[in-house]
Nanobody, 124 residues
Framework: QLQLMESGGGLVQPGGSLRLSCAAS????????IGWFRQAPGKEREGVSC????????NYADSVKGRFTISRDNAKNTVYLQMNSLKPEDTAVYYC?????????????????WGQGTQVTVSS
């Protein structure tokens, strides 16, 4: 069964850090671009970041540039999202998604496989 699973979410104070992980089972991520999306209550799902299959290309939403870093370890079949300087507006459920080919990295419809999401709450 092809599956993506996110982990690493939680409650953190403003200015804090979290590292999210996206692990795959049932398939290899080697040939997939991986995107991170988030959805806050009452808002649409938005693209946060994307990394190419090789790891040589990355993209970020303007709202997270300079604070978030996406990376991948194909040997561990895992993609990471390091989130620093977190703000209350980063509060959302974070999802990872996989696609063999991506043109518009922040278009959710381009992704074939999705995880169940992990909650990130930034609050004092």
């Amino acid at each position: 069964q092809l599956q993506l699973m996110e982990s690493g979410g939680g409650l953190v104070q403003p200015g804090g850090s979290l590292r999210l992980s996206c692990a795959a089972s049932g398939f290899t991520l080697d040939y997939s671009a991986i995107g991170w999306f988030r959805q806050a209550p009452g808002k649409e799902r938005e693209g946060v970041s994307c990394i190419s299959s090789s790891g040589g290309s990355t993209n970020y939403a303007d709202s997270v540039k300079g604070r978030f870093t996406i990376s991948r370890d194909n040997a561990k079949n895992t993609v990471y999202l390091q989130m620093n300087s977190l703000k209350p507006e980063d509060t959302a459920v974070y999802y990872c998604a996989a696609t063999p080919n991506v043109v518009s990295w922040d278009d959710a419809y381009e992704y074939d496989y999705w995880g169940q999401g992990t909650q990130v709450t930034v609050s004092s």
